[in-house]
C-alpha cells in the first residue's frame, strides 16, 4: 500500500508541475517589473541604515530541506534571532525604513529569487526557522511540508500569529491537502486585501 506521503506526493503531482511552471514565469516577470524599485530600496537602505542590504536566514522548506530566505533588512544588524512568539520587544530593534518596507510587505520582494531558484512558492506554507519547532514538528505530522513553502500561505491570510501553533499547523495541512489553481488564486486575492489594509504585519 501506498503511503501517506506518496498519495499526496501523486495526488497533486501533476498541478505541482504547473505551479512549478508558473512560479518561474511570473518570477521573472517581477525581477524585471521590480528591478528598479529593488534597486532603489536598496540604496535608501544603504544611505540611510548602512549595510547590510539585505537580511538572510536559514529556514527549513520543501521536505524539510534548509534554505536561505531573502528578505529587505528591516531591524537593526543586533536584533536577536527568535521565533515571533518570543520576539515581544521586536519594535525595539525595527528601523524606520524597515517600519515602512514591513507595512507595505515590500521587504519581501527579496524572496522573488528564492521562488525562482525552486526553494519557495509564491503561494505555500510560510518557511519557518528552527526555532519554531512546535509548528515544525506538527507539519511534518501532516504531511505539510511536501509542498513548497510560500510568500504567502493559508495561515498568512487567516491570521498569521494572533493563531495558535497548532491552528497555524492546521491550516498549512489543510493548504497542503486541498493544493489547487483555484484555492492558489483564492490566497493571492486574500494577500493583496491584506497588504492593501496593512493586516498581519509581524517580525517574520
Do not use: C
Request: proline fraction near 4%; charge should be positive.
Amino acid at each position: 500500500m501506498k503511503s501517506d506521503e506518496e498519495k499526496l506526493r501523486g495526488h497533486h503531482g501533476i498541478y505541482m508541475l504547473v505551479k512549478r511552471f508558473l512560479d518561474i514565469v511570473f518570477s521573472v516577470l517581477f525581477l524585471v517589473l521590480f528591478a528598479i524599485p529593488m534597486l532603489g530600496i536598496s540604496i535608501v537602505i544603504l544611505i540611510t541604515e548602512g549595510g547590510p542590504i539585505l537580511f538572510k536566514q536559514e529556514r527549513v522548506g520543501y521536505d524539510g530541506k534548509k534554505f536561505i530566505i531573502y528578505k529587505f533588512r528591516s531591524m537593526l544588524p543586533n536584533a536577536p534571532e527568535k521565533s515571533n512568539r518570543e520576539f515581544a520587544d521586536a519594535d525595539n530593534y525595527i528601523t524606520k525604513l524597515g517600519s515602512f518596507l514591513r507595512k507595505s510587505s515590500l521587504d519581501e520582494i527579496p524572496q522573488i529569487f528564492n521562488v525562482l531558484k525552486g526553494e519557495m512558492s509564491f503561494i505555500g506554507p510560510r518557511p519557518l526557522a528552527e526555532t519554531d519547532e512546535m509548528v515544525l514538528k506538527l507539519r511534518n505530522e501532516s504531511g505539510a511540508t511536501l509542498v513548497r513553502p510560500g510568500i504567502s500561505g493559508w495561515a498568512q491570510v487567516n491570521g498569521r500569529n494572533t493563531i495558535s501553533d497548532e491552528n497555524k499547523a492546521a491550516l498549512d495541512s489543510y493548504y497542503a491537502a486541498n493544493i489547487s489553481l483555484l484555492f492558489d488564486i483564492k490566497i493571492l486575492l486574500l494577500t493583496i486585501s491584506n497588504v492593501i489594509k496593512q493586516t498581519g504585519i509581524n517580525a517574520q
